[in-house]
């Protein structure tokens, strides 16, 4: 099984809502990722969980708030976002990662969640 | 820091025709090089994944090169559909990843197949 599964596929909020968007995988991978990708942009990397612990959280606003309950789940808690914060976000797992030095483990995607803020 | 670059940014041929797709970087370390698909509003679909030892990969009818020392990967797709129409993306692991994580994608090249 290669599958990443995310939920919602699509989410509607409002700025002062606070809603969270669910990653999951059962490949038994200790490395997993949020990614943003904005219409017309490749994605671009919000954070990495490797064997649940946090590894960057670098110039991501604290609106986004990351939590990984166990090595098969990733959540992205959302709470105030902004219209600009419209994006889909993409969630995706590897084998390992290793803060400072990667072992560049294949990444395998979910779906996505399209998300928009009005 | 490292850059990827994919030309052209669109492209569009019609069915039946074989094509290139062009995908440069800037810094030959890199661990593995992948080439996506993307289908609008979608997600990510791994077509190839080349290992940094590798010259070559072949799946059905794609076909990816990569040469490190110019920085270069192709990827070829023989007798194209229109099915095949989509955001192809490339995308180098780095390795070290830093605060870039490991992972550095191209912005892709939009594909048009017209019957």
């Known amino acids: 099984d290669t599958e990443v599964t995310q939920t919602p596929k699509h989410l509607v909020m409002g700025m002062t809502n606070k809603k969270s968007l669910k990653c999951e995988q059962h490949?038994?991978?200790?490395?997993m990722y949020w990614y943003k990708q904005k219409a017309k942009k490749p994605p671009e990397l919000m954070f990495v969980y490797s064997y649940e612990k946090l590894s960057i959280n670098e110039s991501v606003p604290s609106r986004f708030s990351p939590e990984c309950p166990n090595s098969s789940l990733l959540n992205l808690h959302l709470h105030a976002l902004q219209p600009e914060d419209s994006a889909l976000y993409l969630c995706a797992s590897s084998q390992v990662w290793t803060s400072g030095l990667s072992r560049g483990d294949t990444q395998y995607f979910g779906p996505g969640t399209r998300l928009t803020v009005l | 820091k490292q850059e990827v670059t994919q030309i052209p940014a669109a492209l569009s041929v019609p069915e039946g025709e074989n094509l290139v797709l062009n995908c440069s970087f800037t810094?030959?370390?890199?661990?593995?090089l992948q080439w996506f698909r993307q289908d609008p509003g979608k997600g990510l679909t791994s077509l190839l994944l080349i290992q940094s030892s590798q010259r070559e990969q072949t799946s059905g009818r794609l076909n990816a090169s990569l040469d490190k020392s110019s920085g270069r990967s192709t990827l070829y797709i023989a007798a194209s559909q229109p099915g095949d129409s989509a955001t192809y993306l490339c995308a180098v692991y780095l390795d070290w990843g830093g605060s870039q994580g490991n992972l550095i994608f191209g912005k892709g090249t939009k594909l048009s197949v017209k019957p």
């Open positions: 810094d030959s370390a890199i661990y593995n």
């Open positions: 490949m038994g991978h200790r490395a």
